[in-house]
């Protein structure tokens, strides 16, 4: 069976973004809520699909959703990010008290 055209075109803006296009796999599942298609990439163009703040990723799934409007489908999008493949998160740190420099009158 062909790839349906929402797979299609995923598949062919991934590869046209990224480093090791022979990397690229999509997996497409149906549900009551509509397509799902989870995208595992190799993991050193992470940053190239999701981009910055997730710019990229944002774009991809507009589209994905223009593409899915079109055949009366709603189409979702999920970047597969294996365990343990990101840094834990840095924590912020506590907000500094200044009440001191405040009574100093500087």
Known sequence: MANPVDQEYLEVIVKG??????????????????VLLTLHINQADMGYVIGREGQTARAIRTLLRIVGAKA??????????????????MERPAAVDTSAVDDLNI
Not at 17 to 34: A, F, M, S, Y
Not at 75 to 85: A, H, Q, R, T
């Open 72 to 89: 009366n489908a709603r189409v979702n999008l999920k970047i597969y990010e294996p365990e343990g493949s990101r840094p834990p998160r």
């Open 17 to 34: 973004i990224v480093n090791n296009p022979q990397d690229v796999k999509i997996e497409r599942t149906i549900d009551e809520r509509g």
